[in-house]
């Protein structure tokens, strides 16, 4: 199991599939916890972890737990294994077709997008509309609807006529799938899930206009990508510096371009996948350049 989680993050172009595994982890983790709370006796001391992801309707509330805006979208309810079987496998299927035309770092960064679109529409409708700001009264939302409506909704923008093969409906293009949820999460919005109905709008709303402008030449995201690599560059292991003397005769300048072995060749072909061509650095540029030719 271990293995199959570090095999996960190591591989490139995955990023549905360790979306899929922190969701997962989280709500087993958390799982746990709730049952030996109610075993040992214990609710309050959960309560307190379980807040940690719970995103308030109010603002007085939000404001002591600000860091919900985005943990709340990894979470999911405890009691309800079809809330996370749902999320996960709408994850899976339209994650694995988002990477495969954009990238795992474009779907990151829309996850995370609308998550904060998710939430900030919820926190807005529940403090700004009377009608909902009198049905305020409930501890708050966890689940990751909102975001997961984001790839839904930029999957079916950015290829709205590529097909689903869906049981007992055969063939639908994924442009109606998109609409079917949204028209559901309308009706829903005054209903005993309001809330979480009014993140699926907001998600949504964020993913047709995430993908409106990346076509445009504007990545919303980009963000997000750069903040994810820093963080990822300060976990990385270092190479240790050998510093040696050694006297050599000094050689000509060569001006024989640069060769690449294979193993540079696929690294460099993983991030023209990941980010695009122009990730590239100059010099990766010249070795793909140089191989083409051979």
């Known amino acids: 199991m271990f293995e199959e989680f570090k095999n996960a993050f190591s591989r490139s172009n995955n990023g549905h599939i360790q979306l899929i595994i922190i969701n997962v982890v989280i709500f087993v983790v958390l799982g746990v916890l709730f049952v030996f709370a109610r075993i040992g006796g214990f609710e309050n001391i959960f309560k307190v972890v379980h807040d940690q992801f719970l995103i308030p309707p109010t603002f007085a509330e939000f404001a002591t737990r600000p860091w919900t805006v985005i943990t709340y979208a990894f979470a999911h309810s405890l009691t309800d294994i079809f809330h996370i079987l749902f999320n996960m496998l709408a994850l899976y299927w339209f994650g694995k077709l988002f990477v495969e035309y954009l990238g795992s770092d474009k779907l990151v960064a829309l996850y995370v997008l609308g998550a904060l679109a998710a939430a900030t529409f919820y926190l807005l409708m529940f403090n ?70 009014i993140a699926h709008l907001g998600g949504a709303l964020m993913g047709f206009i995430y993908i409106k402008q990346l076509q445009a030449g504007v990545n919303w995201g980009g963000w997000i990508t750069s903040v994810l690599d820093w963080i990822k560059n300060i976990f990385k292991p270092r190479a240790k510096v050998k510093v040696t003397y050694r006297k050599t005769e000094p050689k000509e300048k060569s001006s ?17 996948s990941d980010r695009g061509y122009e990730s590239l650095s100059k010099d990766e540029k010249e070795k793909l350049f140089n191989a083409s030719k051979k």
């Not at 609807?145 to 290829?159: C, D, E, Q, R």
């Not at 024989?256 to 023209?272: F, G, R, T």
């Open 128 to 197: 700004t509309v009377p009608f909902f700001k009198e049905q305020s009264n409930f501890p708050g939302m966890v689940g990751a609807s909102g975001a997961i409506y984001a790839i839904m909704v930029g999957a079916a923008t950015l290829l709205p006529d590529y097909t689903f093969f869906l049981l007992f409906f055969g063939p639908v293009r994924i442009k109606y799938i998109a609409a079917i949820y949204i028209l559901i999460s309308f009706l829903g919005s005054v209903g005993a899930n309001s809330g979480g109905n």
């Open 256 to 272: 024989a371009p640069k060769k690449a072995s294979q193993e540079e060749i696929d690294a460099i072909l993983d991030k023209i």
